[in-house]
């Protein structure tokens, strides 16, 4: 299930003052023909990377007088299906880069994908840890409630690397879609354990713990991004370049992700 997350663009922004905004912050093309001054661009997320865009987008939209950015944010999985099946985004950004890549097989990209991040995986479990957890051997224990993602999904894939790795047969009650719904079990005190990426264990702040564990640094997801349709955007490329600037860098270093 995704999630839209719209902010309204200012109307007093002048056709000529979006245009030359874009034009002076990157040095890039202006507009092409299907993007007008004004322009809406839809941006599709990895479910993990909700509280950095979202931060982004106020960002770039403060740069980009009259332009708004529609984020919707899901499983790297889901949205690539959506993707595939027409649904109208012009850039995606993805957990990994399996899933980019049936974008890209499929034509539906319309610029070269670029790793703008990385991230890992992390034990987590609810503030107090009522559980007792103390590592990954823990998951296969069947007294306590476990949340993991769908191998399907980015994070669920790099769950199977991190569990095959260290020889560990896990015992999960749920196993979820994007990586956001095995941390809200964690925050509501439904699942004792679970694995979920760094990056989401500092957006939830006091409501779970990262539980110390070897082994969990055996997968490290990249992250990359691209245009997306058959026309490729000048917003959108100016909106992937500044994922991939200083400034864009700085908000996912804050966040816990690594650099490229």
Do not use: W
């Amino acid at each position: 299930m995704t999630r839209r997350h719209r902010r309204g663009a200012g109307a007093a922004a002048a056709s000529v003052v979006a245009l030359a905004a874009l034009s002076g912050c990157s040095g890039s093309d202006a507009f092409t023909p299907g993007d007008p001054p004004g322009a809406t661009i839809t941006v599709f997320a990895a479910a993990s990377l909700t509280e950095s865009f979202e931060q982004l987008e106020a960002a770039f939209e403060a740069d980009h007088p009259g332009v708004e950015v529609a984020l919707s944010f899901g499983g790297s999985a889901t949205l690539a299906s959506q993707i595939l099946e027409g649904a109208p985004a012009d850039v995606f950004a993805a957990a990994d880069e399996a899933t980019m890549r049936r974008v890209v097989d499929a034509d539906a990209t319309a610029t070269e994908p670029e790793v703008f991040a990385t991230n890992a995986l992390a034990l987590a479990v609810p503030a107090g840890n009522p559980g007792g957890v103390t590592g990954l051997a823990d998951l296969a224990d069947d007294d306590l409630a476990i949340a993991l993602c769908a191998p399907e999904v980015p994070c669920g894939a790099a769950t199977v690397t991190v569990l095959d790795a260290a020889g560990i047969v896990a015992a999960p009650d749920t196993l979820e879609q994007d990586v956001k719904a095995v941390l809200t079990r964690l925050v509501l005190g439904e699942a004792d354990a679970g694995l979920v990426y760094r990056t989401d264990v500092v957006a939830a702040g006091d409501a779970v713990e990262q539980v110390e564990a070897a082994g969990t640094d055996a997968a490290v997801n990249a992250y990359p991004i691209a245009a997306v349709g058959t026309t490729e955007s000048a917003v959108a490329r100016e909106f992937i370049a500044f994922v991939r600037s200083d400034t864009g860098q700085g908000v996912l270093a804050d966040a816990g992700f690594g650099a490229p």
